[in-house]
């Protein structure tokens, strides 16, 4: 996915002060699901911080083992060669919990967000290398059979199975949000409470200490690295933003989005960009994602179902951003 939303703290500097002591924070970085993971701590006693973040990083890198399409081992991958076979695989909780937050997307959605999309995106990922349109037929046949139930769960939920091998599981859409949000979860339940978690652009986070001193985040004008002149001030929220900027293919002319729309098979075209914010890196993840692919009559229904969120969708104009849709996101 797209890392959007550009993470503007420096590496350790010192935020805030009281009479006892400063407080600081700490940025470690990996690589998980093909970009920078990052965890940001601010504390003022750092005693134990790299033991927890190594188990942090260990923990992303279990998730991904499960939730990727790109490792051929992952729970993920093997349920996805089993399509249409009949055959159920047995899947972990991660997995589970991630597919539950998914098919309610899907439902709430109408479709225009449908993780079982993923062999479109394998034709449009060859696409992209190749320079060369995929065959917009079996787009459209694919797109179809996705619209029908897909999955499967076991009786007692322990292994799930898809239905048609056209069904292929891909979770580009919510799942950095979802490793995001875990992270922070664990981080915050060994103690550390004033955290950071940034997955490939996707961010989690609680606040910076004890007084709720607010994050700094500045968000891309789309289809360019130029930065928005508003920086939001956030705390205990989630924030995800979907784009074509770092992922696109121009084809006879014609610029694609990495982001495809589940209902036809086709990549998106337009230069939108949507960022969302919620208590939830699950729901940010997809509700950003979503709001790229429906128009904006769909989108208002869609917020009906979602109280406690904040979208912004906007798009490139002329070297400036223009606001398409603002709820609950800047105040006028």
């Known amino acids: 996915m797209l890392k959007k939303i550009v993470f503007t703290l420096s590496l350790i500097c010192l935020i805030y002060s009281s009479s006892q002591a400063q407080w600081q924070k700490f940025t470690f970085e990996t690589q998980r699901m093909g970009s920078p993971f990052r965890i940001t701590i601010s504390c003022q006693d750092s005693t134990g911080i790299a033991k927890a973040v190594k188990r942090a990083f260990r923990l992303a890198a279990d998730l991904e083992s499960q939730l990727s399409d790109y490792q051929s081992n992952s729970e993920l991958s093997q349920v996805n060669l089993r399509a249409g076979t009949g055959e159920y695989y047995p899947i972990h909780e991660p997995l589970r919990a991630i597919l539950r937050a ?13 993780i079982f999309v993923g062999k479109a995106v394998g034709m449009w990922r060859q696409a992209r290398k190749l320079h060369q349109l995929p065959d917009v037929f079996r787009l459209h046949q694919i797109a179809t059979k996705i619209q029908v139930p897909c999955l499967e ?3 007692d939920s322990s292994a799930i199975r898809l239905l048609d091998s056209d069904c292929q599981m891909d979770l580009g859409s919510l799942g950095k949000g979802f490793v995001a949000q875990r992270v922070l979860e664990d981080l915050r339940s060994k103690a550390w ?5 940034d997955a490939g652009g996707k961010l989690s986070m609680t606040s910076q200490n004890s007084s709720g001193l607010p994050w700094q985040v500045a968000l891309e004008v789309p289809v360019s690295k130029q930065l928005m002149s508003d920086v939001l001030s956030l705390n205990h929220v989630s924030v995800a933003t979907s784009g074509k900027t770092y992922q696109s293919v121009e084809i006879d002319g014609t610029s694609y989005s990495h982001v495809i729309d589940p209902r036809t098979g086709m990549a998106l075209q337009h230069a939108r ?5 919620s208590a939830d890196g699950t729901l940010s993840d997809w509700l950003a994602t979503a709001a790229t692919v429906m128009n904006m009559q ?13 979208l912004l969708v906007f798009e490139n104009q002329a070297g400036e951003p223009k606001i398409l849709f603002n709820y609950h996101f800047y105040q006028p």
Request: hydrophobic fraction near 45%; proline fraction near 3%; charged fraction near 25%.
């Open 193 to 197: 409470s004033y955290i950071l978690v």
């Open 153 to 155: 769960f076991s009786k």
């Open 273 to 277: 960009s949507a960022t969302a914010i």
């Open 102 to 114: 998914a098919l309610d997307a899907q439902e709430k959605s109408g479709g225009a967000l449908n």
């Open 298 to 310: 769909e989108i208002e229904k869609l917020l009906v179902k979602l109280p406690n969120v904040r």
